[in-house]
């Protein structure tokens, strides 16, 4: 991983060493003993990008005019301007698209609430209109049709005059039979409405 990695991280010669106790090691300068390997060696446009991305254009340039590599430079230099560009210009996109997403989701949001809003004034509506009907049934007299024997003798009490037998008959015939007044009509209220919901008939 060391050796497929480091091209990439640094523009540097990289050797392959053995050490005395005979473990291998990887470095950037030449192995002690002169039995090393050379496995890689960093060319000018590497020198020159490394120090691009580190930010030292002076020392890329300074490189390249002391190798006489004026145009490698320019190419190398033109190539990073290019690579930082196109970085922008994608975290730009990037913000673009994150800004309308949020944008998407207010507008859901707002969506939604109103949605709610008109659910529930819906439902208010409704239920007032249950209340009103509700309360004019309440406000409307309330009439129970009387007895089939109101204003009438009953039918126990001419039985039980029967049932005397001979000994009232003349004071029956005297003075009729005994029936007692009848009731007077009730009078009916309309019913309403008293506080805390209940109604009064």
């Known amino acids: 991983m060391l050796l497929a990695m480091a ?25 002690p003993n002169g ?15 490394q120090y691009l991305r580190l930010g030292q254009d002076a020392k890329a340039k300074s490189y390249a005019d002391s ?7 320019q190419q190398r230099l033109a190539a990073q301007k290019e690579a ?12 673009i698209a994150a800004q309308q997403r949020d944008a998407a989701a207010r507008q859901q949001a707002l969506a ?14 409704a239920l007032r209109q249950q ?12 009439y129970n049709a009387p007895p089939a024997y109101w204003g009438t003798v009953p039918y126990w009490s001419g039985h039980r005059d029967r049932d005397r037998g001979d000994r009232d008959h003349d004071h029956d015939h005297d003075h009729g039979p005994h029936r007692p007044p009848p009731p007077k009509e009730p009078v009916f209220h309309p019913c309403k409405q008293i506080a805390g919901g209940q109604v009064q008939c």
Do not use: F, W
């Open 7 to 31: 091209p990439a991280a640094v523009a540097q010669n990289i050797y392959k060493c053995t050490t005395r106790a005979g473990q291998l090691e990887y470095t950037d300068r030449p192995c």
């Open 35 to 49: 039995k090393g390997e050379l496995i890689h060696q960093a060319d000018d446009s590497e020198i020159i990008d």
């Open 67 to 73: 190798h006489h590599l004026e145009a490698l430079y």
């Open 84 to 95: 930082m560009e196109e970085r922008a210009q994608r975290q730009a996109d990037e913000a």
């Open 112 to 125: 939604d609430e109103a949605a709610n809003r008109d659910r529930l004034r819906a439902e208010n509506d």
């Open 131 to 142: 209340n009103d009907a509700y309360r004019d049934q309440l406000s409307q007299p309330v």
